[in-house]
């Protein structure tokens, strides 16, 4: 391996002089299932500034910028993963373009990674923003080539693979449970593939603060194809096919036609994107029989990555999961748990449990606070209708106290005899105020007013003004000359300082 870097760095030393020429083409389908496509990708000439699958840019030599490719694999729903998707792509092209032209590959490296530290950071930001884009995220699987050295960018299950001498070797590393697994040696890649959880990816852009970006590289040989995809293709379709793809089809537009019609043919369950690119030119050396390409982390000043914790798994019982920051710790369960969705489903960083943490006593809060007020409000409420209720309750306790003083009642024998309109006394039988008197005679009779026995015309000076008797009831019309009989006590009479009258007036009503 030595020997090859070795003879890699001489060839890159002259690889200004020789070119590296790449053909690629891109491609993205929704699938079967989905109802919207969540995949993004990005091929550009950062030399010339050309983002696009065009023909100046499906063929061209490799500029003093270099190329860069780029498959994003959105999730959160509705209109949010491709959200999150178009984002990653956009933010990692403009950072690289906006950078100088990188003199080394640690230089690149570096870059590359603060381009997509900057897309996770850009989407997390979006996400807080829009309450229907929280949970939003996206895989990515980015490479740049600017020289023999290829630059591999990882976050999530994406993947890449390189084809040489009719061999296939997958260049990156699926950060996810089954992954773990299966470099625990707990299941095979057989067995991984009918894993029921393989929808747990460990990380994703957007979805936490702070991402972790494994970088690896390959030493490019003269014929090598790469082909970058989501998992909605490397799940479906398994490399031998992919290999079988490439070994009977040499353009790449073709070959990403083929393999997404394999995956549609699979089931399509899930968006598809393939990204196939062939290197050739002077640039690149000849491959060896032995020369196999590999899982190679690459390793550069600033690199504060931590090795990943071992894990424990009895084979023998299905594992369930359960996040603690930014691992996944394993143990067996007294029952296997039933099968979930192929969805991708990150865990949660530190920083993000803290934050969910303070989210939840903070919602509880003003839950309490809701909840007090609506109890005192009822309190205050209650307390106004019961004094309402007392004070209605004393009234009629009143007016029934005072009807029985009166000895006016309901089932009282001068109840119907006493009129409500009575404010005088009412005179004895044999003095009996007359009839109201016409100027012409009896309404009754006809006959003259002076005719009837023992009646006699009223002189208007007798009639009672209201003026000259104060403090007594006003008489309701003309009354008979003479003197007035006595009151009589009884039933019904008129107690001194009393009124027969048994309505009872109440005070006015406070409500």
């Known amino acids: 391996m030595n020997e090859a870097e070795n003879s890699a760095n001489q060839t890159q030393e002259g690889s200004a002089a020789a070119p590296i020429c790449v053909r690629v083409f891109g491609r993205t389908d929704v699938g079967l299932v989905r109802e919207h496509n969540e995949d993004n990708f990005l091929v550009a000439d950062l030399s010339t500034h050309n983002r696009s699958i065009k023909p100046e840019v499906r063929e061209h030599n490799i500029g003093t910028r270099g190329t860069l490719f780029v498959v994003c694999d959105g999730m959160g729903g509705a209109a949010a993963g491709e959200v999150a998707s178009q984002l990653g792509v956009d933010t990692i092209y403009e950072v690289m373009q906006a950078a100088e032209p990188q003199a080394s590959d640690e230089h690149l490296a570096r870059l590359l990674v603060s381009s997509v530290i900057e897309a996770g950071v850009r989407i997390y930001t979006a996400a807080r923003l829009n309450r229907r884009q929280r949970g939003m995220g996206t895989t990515v699987t980015a ?101 079988k793809t490439l070994t009977e089809n040499d353009d790449p537009m073709e070959v990403c036609r083929i393999l997404i019609e394999m995956a549609c043919a699979g089931g399509g369950h899930d968006n598809i994107t393939v990204i196939v690119s062939r290197f050739d030119g002077q640039g690149l050396l000849l491959p060896g029989k032995a020369d196999v390409p590999t899982y190679n982390k ?103 106290a005072q009807e029985s003083d009166e000895g006016v009642g309901p089932n009282s024998a001068s109840a119907g005899a006493t009129s409500t309109n009575a404010m005088t006394p009412k005179p004895d039988a044999t003095d009996a105020a007359p009839a109201k008197p016409e100027p012409s005679g009896s309404a009754s009779t006809g006959a003259p007013l002076e005719e009837l026995p023992g009646l006699a015309p009223t002189p208007e000076d007798a009639l009672v003004s209201p003026q000259a008797t104060p403090g007594k009831a006003k008489p309701r019309g003309p009354v008979a000359a003479g003197p007035r009989a006595p009151v009589k006590n009884g039933v019904g009479a008129k107690k001194s300082g009393q009124s027969t009258d048994k309505r009872v007036k109440l005070p006015d009503n406070p409500f």
């Open 298 to 400: 690459f390793s550069y000043a600033g690199d504060t990555a931590q090795p990943a914790e071992s894990i424990s798994v009895d084979k023998q019982e299905e594992p369930s999961i359960r996040s603690i920051g930014e691992t996944v710790e394993i143990e067996p369960p007294n029952q296997p748990a039933p099968t979930t969705p192929r969805t991708s489903v990150p865990p949660t960083s530190k920083a993000s449990a803290k934050s969910q943490n303070l989210r939840v006593l903070i919602i509880g809060a003003v839950a309490g606070l809701l909840f007090g007020s609506g109890y005192i409000g009822y309190s205050f409420y209650s307390k106004n209708q019961l004094t309402k209720l007392n004070t209605i309750i004393r009234y009629e306790s009143a007016a029934t």
């Open 143 to 243: 490479a740049v080539l600017n020289g023999p050295r290829l630059v591999m960018g990882q976050v999530g299950d994406s993947r890449a693979y390189i084809v040489r001498n009719g061999h296939i070797s997958q260049v990156t590393k699926d950060q996810s449970l089954v992954q773990q697994l299966i470099d625990a040696k707990q299941i095979t890649e057989e067995e991984a593939r009918n894993f029921d959880r393989s929808n747990i990816i460990l990380q994703a852009l957007g979805t936490m603060e702070d991402v972790h970006v494994d970088i690896t590289s390959v030493i490019l040989r003269r014929g090598d194809a790469l082909v970058m995809c989501s998992d909605g293709l490397s799940g479906i379709v398994p490399p031998d096919q992919i290999l």
